[in-house]
Antibody, heavy 120, light 111 residues
């Protein structure tokens, strides 16, 4: 089974762009009909799906975040990335990347998560 | 698409059974079978426990089972064990809107 690991800055200033990368190991990011998703969880709160990317590069985003989100993939590095623009304190959360089974609607496995704090 | 409704907390004694509900509407849970359940012990990442309403991934004990009736999906844990204490989340994928929504989560306490 593949493993996923998030990486990126743990602190981002308000109004700036949050950038995270997810590295996939134990398998090729482009093999099979796979999607790759980003999901976040504010402290003490529930999960929120951010969006996903298919190995072809096509994307789907949560309508509530769509205007600020960009997800991209770099198959040469076996990585996919998240950019969230114009961040505020409300974007402070643990961000997870996950293997997404597309139209079957489930996520497995997940990365361990990385905390991103938005603060000046 | 609104979040799915879960009870904030449930509890049970070791050996007992508990059921966690996940309620939506006729437009989401009632119309799609893409319901999955995740277990999240404190400080860890979520783990898939049930997919497509009632299917268990390899390695998940058969004490965990899923079902759906009308607009409500349910996760039942039988023979409760101390290690089952965690937060549980349901999720639903709707192909019509290409969106995923999660329930608010349920904290399971093993007494």
């Amino acid at each position: 089974q593949v493993q996923l690991q998030e990486s990126g800055p743990g602190l981002v200033k308000p109004s700036q762009t949050l950038s995270l990368t997810c590295t996939v190991s134990g398998g090729s990011i482009s093999s099979g009909s796979y999607y790759w998703s980003w999901i976040r969880q504010p402290a003490g709160k529930g999960l929120e799906w951010i969006g996903r990317i298919y190995t072809s590069g096509s994307t789907n985003y949560n309508p509530s975040l769509k205007s600020r989100v960009t997800i991209s993939v770099d198959t040469s590095k076996n990585q996919f990335s998240l950019k969230l623009s114009s961040v505020t304190a409300a974007d402070t959360a643990v961000y997870y990347c996950a293997h997404d089974y597309g139209d079957y609607g489930w996520f497995d496995p997940w990365g361990q998560g990385t905390l991103v704090t938005v603060s000046s | 698409q609104s979040a799915l409704t879960q009870p904030p907390s449930v509890s049970g004694s070791p050996g007992q059974s508990v059921t966690i509900s996940c309620t939506g509407t006729s437009s989401d849970v009632g119309s799609y079978n893409r319901v999955s359940w995740y277990q999240q012990p404190p400080g860890t990442a979520p783990k898939l426990m049930i997919y497509e309403v009632s299917n268990r991934p390899s390695g998940v004990p058969d004490r965990f089972s899923g079902s759906k009736s009308g607009n409500t999906a349910s996760l039942t844990i039988s023979g409760l064990q101390a290690e089952d204490e965690a937060d549980y989340y349901c999720s639903l994928y709707t192909s019509s809107s290409t969106n995923v929504v999660f329930g608010g989560g349920t904290k399971l306490t093993v007494l």
